[in-house]
């Protein structure tokens, strides 16, 4: 007999309706069974049928709520059963049994005997049969015994609280098609509320651009389940992804990872194609990028934008670079004609097309006094380097015919000149070889020698179409074979050639110079110097004992004096003369080569006049050629305006004018003029040009040409975050390469700073402000020394600083600070550290990071540049030679530092190495530069021969000590990941 009345139980019944359609919802989760979700009866049997009730009522949503009651405590020996229906397990190896009850405290029930429980069992029986199982509780397995947590009593019956109870048991593994659950009550007061079976999986998810299954994990719940993902449209896999499913339902540890195929960009986990106007020519997780300039793509998911018309992208030109046409013509094309030598110049076309790969061809025709009558030039002339394919802007052609009409094309051509459909234009020069004659002079006679000087004369031609503007000299030493030689000018028919060694056999030759240009030399003449001053007095002895013994005594004393007289005023003459020809010629006979091209740098300073340098080296303009249209800023000596130059028979052009304000005093003057001197030897597209000068009238003037951005600094501050890496590394290398110009003339700049960098509207870089220049002597590794004057510090390298010696390796240095300026837009170096706290800083070896979006590359060349020791600094050459290859090359400028240092070290994650320049860099990067000579002599000179080495390598070599060898091949390791890296982003180091 049931110790609650049906009443009893109705309200008891009531009081849980409200909690039990309290569901919980689990994703990782497959419910077998759930009562609270039935709708109909469920048919649950019970053994016998007077022990577990079945009270079924309907919620407030019209929804049926199953509960099974119990509470035979008066009675002993129950054994009441409760059985489920089959229950299908599906996928399921483990189960899961979620039981929501209430359970009375024996305590609380009066006059109970010692017969009430207050727990009962759950059972299950596993079988493939789905129907016809009769009920044997001996076939049934126990799981547990369940126990209340909390229990209720009597009071809170009356007062409608209940407890209630949620317990879970496992189950597993089951290995049949299903299993019934069957409930033992021994004689305790139970309500149970609700039955809820089901197994746990890893439910279908999306990582990674990869879709993984749903997925049951395994019955032992220490090992996981390794899934392999698939995927996801326009997706394709980088590194095979992966995940792992644990015995919880959780994925775990993810690895490896899809990416976006090409034309579609990742958004929100799936790959979305490209909007018109934009492409993406690489698989990968980056966004869809804007067309390049003067490019188009009309549809969506565009690999690559097409090109304009008019405008074309080359075979080897990358998808992010812009489309560019063929350059215009060549401009102010220039002749030297020198007997049957010609030296043609050109300026570079206006209109680049957008590309740095210029070359020119020249091609040659000979014609006859009519306009028609042209034919090819004959292969007799030849053409120095060559007539196809120059890189420069100049060509010498030689073995001309004399009496000879010659027109010159010369066409610029880029990497897309091939490609266009439209006619080349060429710029065209005709030159006549009528102009020239052989304007040979007479011979070459000796007036007199000394032991350092030798005097020479010669007659003028007799017969020149052409006035005679100078004499050039040409001298050697014999025993030397010209190797070298030095040169000196003259307007006068004779000259004194100082400097010389005595009791020296030396070659002579001169040629002169018309507006047409050089004559050929004259023939050798071979002349010597005179012994020291002792062999002379010698000499002079043996011929007056002579005059002496034939003549007495009193004629000898005659002559003698006679001769004395005569020879002190030569001297005194020959020796004024030399002062002044020997000061003012100094520089050309160090190392001046007067050869098409070859060019030496002549220090004004040298000159005894200033002035003297400024005539040698400057154009004269006329003050009333220039127009003045407004003040730009100030400088040191006076204000700088912007205006016009107008030049007889040429365009007129933007000029920048330099004015000396008025009250200076002479040493001002030199000052200013100084470096109108120096710019004037210049002639370099990137180095800024003079115009000429304004001497001889007030105010003293410098023109160059007008640079429209101004300085570089403030350019990058004004328009920070404007341009693309490769345009930035195009102005770096407009920099490298004219400062590879001033070092091939062995000059030193000494204040290389983005200030003193000037900008075009082309955005073409020019070295300027050469106040602090010196030169170089002809010992490449000679520095400049200097006391006193101010120096940049943050700009300038360290042994200039303490030492003041500049050198070509300090202007590198400084070219560092460049770069990083450049790279951060204009910052200031070293922000607001003090010079002082700069200096020390630099000893201790700190040097600038990385600027944010400065490619590792660019960042390594810097730290190049910055090496301590001056000798391991790179050349100009070797600087333009590497950003050459890096413009050649976009996809090696991808790596950008910041990404390098951020990448998590984790399994499937790609990482960017730093790339170095050679094997001793890298030895250095890892602190083992002691064993460079070891790789040297063995042959390892190459990264990739260094990343095929195994531990029995590097122990042959001479690596002795252990932690050295771990070291290494710990490096090589990484090394050869790098290089593989590398090759699959389709580049090489």
Same mark, same amino acid.
């Given at each position: 007999?049931?110790?609650?009345?049906?009443?009893?139980?109705?309200?008891?019944?009531?009081?849980?309706?409200?909690?039990?359609?309290?569901?919980?919802?689990?994703?990782?989760?497959?419910?077998?069974?759930?009562?609270?979700?039935?709708?109909?009866?469920?048919?649950?049997?019970?053994?016998?049928?007077?022990?577990?009730?079945? +009270?079924?009522?309907?919620?407030?949503?019209?929804?049926? !709520?199953?509960?099974?009651?119990?509470?035979?405590?008066?009675?002993?020996?129950?054994?009441?059963?409760?059985?489920?229906?089959?229950?299908?397990?599906?996928?399921?190896?483990? !189960?899961?049994?979620?039981?929501?009850?209430?359970?009375?405290?024996?305590?609380?029930?009066?006059?109970?005997?010692?017969?009430?429980?207050?727990?009962?069992?759950?059972? *299950?029986?596993?079988?493939?049969?789905?129907?016809?199982?009769?009920?044997?509780?001996?076939?049934?397995?126990?799981?547990?015994?369940?126990?209340? %947590?909390?229990?209720?009593?009597?009071?809170?019956?009356?007062?409608?609280?209940?407890?209630?109870?949620?317990?879970?048991?496992?189950?597993?593994?089951?290995?049949?098609?299903?299993?019934?659950?069957?409930?033992?009550?021994?004689?305790?007061?139970?309500?149970?509320?609700?039955?809820?079976?089901?197994?746990?999986?890893?439910?279908?998810?999306?990582?990674?651009?990869?879709?993984?299954?749903?997925?049951?994990?395994?019955?032992?719940?220490?090992?996981?389940?390794?899934?392999?993902?698939?995927?996801? %449209?326009?997706?394709?896999?980088?590194?095979?992804?992966?995940?792992?499913?644990?015995?919880?339902?959780?994925?775990?540890?993810?690895?490896?990872?899809?990416?976006?195929?090409?034309?579609?960009?990742?958004?929100?986990?799936?790959?979305?194609?490209?909007?018109?106007?934009?492409?993406?020519?690489?698989?990968?997780?980056?966004?869809?990028?804007?067309?390049?300039?003067?490019?188009?793509?009309?549809?969506?998911?565009?690999?690559?934008?097409?090109?304009?018309?008019?405008?074309?992208?080359?075979?080897?030109?990358?998808?992010?670079?812009?489309?560019?046409?063929?350059?215009?013509?060549?401009?102010?094309?220039?002749?030297?004609?020198?007997?049957?030598?010609?030296?043609?110049?050109?300026?570079?076309?206006?209109?680049?097309?957008?590309?740095?790969?210029?070359? *020119?061809?020249?091609?040659?025709?000979?014609?006859?006094?009519?306009?028609?009558?042209?034919?090819?030039?004959?292969?007799?002339?030849?053409?120095?380097?060559?007539?196809?394919?120059?890189?420069?802007?100049?060509?010498?052609?030689?073995?001309?015919?004399?009496?000879?009409?010659?027109?010159?094309?010369?066409?610029?051509?880029?990497?897309?000149?091939?490609?266009?459909?439209?006619?080349?234009?060429?710029?065209?020069?005709?030159?006549?070889?009528?102009?020239?004659?052989?304007?040979?002079?007479?011979?070459?006679?000796?007036?007199?020698?000394?032991?350092?000087? +030798?005097?020479?004369?010669?007659?003028?031609?007799?017969?020149?179409?052409?006035?005679?503007?100078?004499?050039?000299?040409?001298?050697?030493?014999?025993?030397?074979?010209?190797?070298?030689?030095?040169?000196?000018?003259?307007?006068?028919?004779?000259?004194?050639?100082?400097?010389?060694?005595?009791?020296?056999?030396?070659?002579?030759?001169?040629?002169?110079?018309?507006?047409?240009?050089?004559?050929?030399?004259?023939?050798?003449?071979?002349?010597?110097?005179?012994?020291?001053?002792?062999?002379?007095? $010698?000499?002079?002895?043996?011929?007056?004992?002579?005059?002496?013994?034939?003549?007495?005594?009193?004629?000898?004393?005659?002559?003698?004096?006679?001769?004395?007289?005569?020879?002190?005023?030569?001297?005194?003459?020959?020796?004024?003369?030399?002062?002044?020809?020997?000061?003012?010629?100094?520089?050309?006979?160090?190392?001046?080569?007067?050869?098409?091209?070859?060019?030496?740098?002549?220090?004004?300073?040298?000159?005894?006049?200033?002035?003297?340098?400024?005539?040698?080296?400057?154009?004269?303009?006329?003050?009333?050629?220039?127009?003045?249209?407004?003040?730009?800023?100030?400088?040191?000596?006076?204000?700088?305006?912007?205006?016009?130059?107008?030049?007889?028979?040429?365009?007129?052009?933007?000029?920048?004018?330099?004015?000396?304000?008025?009250?200076?005093? =002479?040493?001002?003057?030199?000052?200013?003029?100084?470096?109108?001197?120096?710019?004037?030897?210049?002639?370099?597209?990137?180095?800024?040009?003079?115009?000429?000068?304004?001497?001889?009238?007030?105010?003293?003037?410098?023109?160059?040409?007008?640079?429209?951005?101004?300085?570089?600094?403030?350019?990058?501050?004004?328009?920070?975050?404007?341009?693309?890496?490769?345009?930035?590394?195009?102005?770096?290398?407009?920099?490298?390469?004219?400062?590879?110009?001033?070092?091939?003339?062995?000059?030193?700049?000494?204040?290389?700073?983005?200030?003193?960098?000037?900008?075009?509207?082309?955005?073409?870089?020019?070295?300027?402000?050469?106040?602090?220049?010196?030169?170089?002597?002809?010992?490449?590794?000679?520095?400049?020394?200097?006391?006193?004057?101010?120096?940049?510090?943050?700009?300038?390298?360290?042994?200039? +600083?303490?030492?003041?010696?500049?050198?070509?390796?300090?202007?590198?240095?400084?070219?560092?600070?460049?770069?990083?300026?450049?790279?951060?837009?204009?910052?200031?170096?070293?922000?607001?550290?003090?010079?002082?706290?700069?200096?020390?800083?630099?000893?201790?070896?700190?040097?600038?990071?990385?600027?944010?979006?400065?490619?590792?590359?660019?960042?390594?060349?810097?730290?190049?540049?910055?090496?301590?020791?001056?000798?391991?600094?790179?050349?100009?050459?070797?600087?333009?030679?590497?950003?050459?290859?890096?413009?050649?090359?976009? $996809?090696?400028?991808?790596?950008?530092?910041?990404?390098?240092?951020?990448?998590?070290?984790?399994?499937?994650?790609?990482?960017?190495?730093?790339?170095?320049?050679?094997?001793?860099?890298?030895?250095?990067?890892?602190?083992?530069?002691?064993?460079?000579?070891?790789?040297?002599?063995?042959?390892?000179?190459?990264? =990739?021969?260094?990343?095929?080495?195994?531990?029995?390598?590097?122990?042959? !070599?001479?690596?002795?000590?252990?932690?050295?060898?771990?070291?290494?091949?710990?490096?090589?390791?990484?090394?050869?990941?790098?290089?593989?890296?590398?090759?699959?982003?389709?580049?090489?180091?």
């Amino acid at each position: 007999m049931s110790y609650m009345s049906f009443g009893e139980r109705a309200v008891l019944f009531s009081l849980f309706v409200g909690i039990v359609l309290i569901g919980f919802s689990h994703s990782n989760q497959v419910v077998l069974l759930d009562t609270t979700s039935v709708l109909g009866e469920l048919g649950w049997k019970t053994y016998p049928m007077n022990g577990w009730d079945a +009270i079924t009522e309907m919620d407030e949503h019209n929804r049926p !709520i199953h509960t099974f009651q119990v509470c035979h405590v008066m009675e002993p020996n129950q054994n009441n059963w409760l059985r489920s229906n089959w229950i299908s397990r599906q996928a399921a190896q483990k !189960i899961y049994v979620e039981l929501r009850f209430t359970l009375r405290d024996c305590n609380s029930i009066p006059w109970v005997s010692g017969t009430c429980k207050e727990t009962f069992n759950l059972f *299950y029986y596993e079988t493939d049969e789905a129907h016809g199982v009769k009920f044997k509780p001996v076939q049934y397995t126990k799981i547990d015994t369940i126990a209340a %947590d909390e229990s209720f009593t009597q009071m809170d019956l009356g007062d409608r609280i209940l407890k209630l109870n949620t317990e879970v048991r496992e189950v597993g593994p089951i290995s049949k098609k299903g299993f019934y659950l069957a409930f033992q009550d021994i004689g305790a007061c139970i309500a149970l509320v609700s039955v809820r079976v089901y197994y746990k999986k890893c439910p279908f998810t999306l990582r990674n651009l990869a879709s993984f299954p749903d997925t049951v994990p395994r019955v032992d719940s220490s090992s996981l389940v390794e899934v392999r993902g698939a995927c996801i %449209d326009h997706a394709e896999e980088r590194d095979t992804p992966k995940l792992f499913c644990g015995a919880d339902g959780d994925w775990l540890v993810p690895l490896g990872r899809c990416v976006c195929s090409i034309g579609y960009e990742e958004i929100d986990g799936s790959c979305i194609a490209c909007h018109p106007g934009f492409y993406k020519a690489f698989a990968g997780n980056i966004k869809c990028s804007k067309c390049p300039p003067h490019s188009f793509s009309f549809g969506e998911g565009a690999t690559i934008c097409r090109c304009e018309k008019g405008f074309f992208r080359a075979m080897k030109d990358p998808p992010t670079m812009a489309c560019t046409r063929p350059p215009s013509p060549p401009r102010n094309l220039m002749f030297n004609l020198n007997d049957t030598c010609l030296l043609l110049e050109w300026s570079p076309p206006s209109d680049m097309g957008g590309r740095r790969d210029l070359t *020119y061809n020249v091609q040659c025709k000979r014609c006859g006094p009519k306009p028609d009558q042209c034919e090819l030039c004959e292969e007799e002339l030849r053409f120095l380097p060559r007539p196809l394919g120059l890189t420069n802007a100049t060509v010498t052609i030689t073995d001309l015919s004399a009496h000879a009409n010659y027109t010159f094309e010369i066409e610029s051509l880029n990497g897309v000149s091939g490609l266009s459909y439209f006619p080349r234009q060429v710029a065209i020069i005709t030159v006549s070889t009528d102009q020239t004659g052989p304007s040979l002079v007479g011979p070459l006679k000796k007036d007199w020698a000394s032991p350092n000087s +030798i005097a020479l004369s010669w007659q003028q031609p007799e017969q020149t179409t052409l006035p005679v503007l100078e004499y050039e000299m040409k001298y050697y030493e014999k025993e030397h074979e010209q190797l070298s030689y030095s040169s000196t000018r003259t307007k006068a028919p004779s000259v004194i050639i100082s400097g010389l060694k005595a009791a020296t056999w030396y070659v002579f030759s001169v040629r002169t110079r018309t507006p047409a240009g050089y004559s050929s030399y004259s023939p050798k003449y071979e002349y010597e110097t005179t012994g020291d001053s002792s062999d002379l007095a $010698s000499d002079q002895g043996q011929v007056l004992v002579i005059v002496t013994a034939a003549v007495g005594g009193f004629t000898l004393l005659v002559i003698l004096t006679l001769f004395l007289l005569i020879t002190g005023r030569c001297q005194w003459y020959i020796k004024t003369k030399m002062t002044s020809e020997e000061k003012r010629r100094t520089s050309y006979q160090n190392g001046h080569v007067p050869f098409p091209g070859i060019k030496t740098y002549v220090d004004p300073d040298t000159y005894e006049d200033p002035t003297q340098a400024v005539h040698e080296f400057t154009k004269e303009i006329d003050p009333s050629r220039i127009r003045i249209e407004r003040v730009i800023g100030a400088g040191e000596f006076g204000e700088v305006c912007s205006g016009r130059l107008r030049t007889p028979g040429k365009k007129e052009i933007a000029v920048a004018i330099k004015t000396l304000k008025g009250g200076y005093v =002479d040493r001002q003057r030199q000052d200013f003029l100084r470096e109108a001197s120096i710019m004037g030897q210049f002639d370099h597209p990137n180095i800024i040009r003079l115009e000429g000068v304004v001497t001889k009238s007030r105010p003293v003037m410098i023109v160059v040409e007008y640079m429209e951005n101004g300085s570089l600094d403030s350019f990058l501050r004004q328009h920070d975050g404007h341009f693309t890496v490769i345009q930035l590394v195009g102005m770096l290398r407009g920099i490298a390469a004219g400062m590879k110009y001033l070092s091939d003339m062995g000059y030193v700049h000494r204040d290389l700073a983005a200030r003193n960098i000037l900008v075009n509207g082309n955005l073409v870089c020019k070295v300027s402000d050469f106040g602090l220049s010196r030169v170089l002597e002809d010992d490449p590794e000679a520095a400049y020394t200097t006391t006193g004057g101010k120096i940049p510090i943050r700009w300038t390298a360290p042994e200039a +600083i303490s030492y003041r010696k500049f050198s070509s390796a300090s202007d590198a240095w400084s070219y560092g600070i460049v770069m990083w300026e450049v790279m951060s837009y204009g910052e200031r170096p070293y922000w607001e550290m003090s010079n002082q706290d700069v200096i020390l800083s630099i000893e201790e070896g700190y040097r600038l990071p990385a600027p944010m979006g400065c490619p590792v590359a660019l960042h390594q060349l810097m730290l190049h540049c910055w090496q301590k020791e001056r000798g391991h600094r790179p050349k100009f050459t070797d600087v333009v030679s590497f950003l050459d290859k890096l413009i050649r090359n976009p $996809s090696s400028l991808l790596p950008l530092v910041e990404d390098i240092q951020s990448l998590p070290e984790s399994p499937g994650e790609e990482m960017d190495y730093p790339m170095f320049i050679s094997v001793g860099e890298w030895l250095d990067s890892i602190k083992m530069s002691q064993y460079k000579n070891n790789f040297m002599a063995a042959g390892y000179n190459t990264l =990739d021969s260094v990343a095929t080495m195994s531990i029995e390598d590097v122990r042959r !070599i001479g690596v002795e000590l252990i932690g050295h060898q771990r070291r290494v091949i710990s490096c090589v390791q990484t090394l050869r990941l790098q290089l593989l890296h590398e090759q699959e982003k389709g580049f090489h180091v």
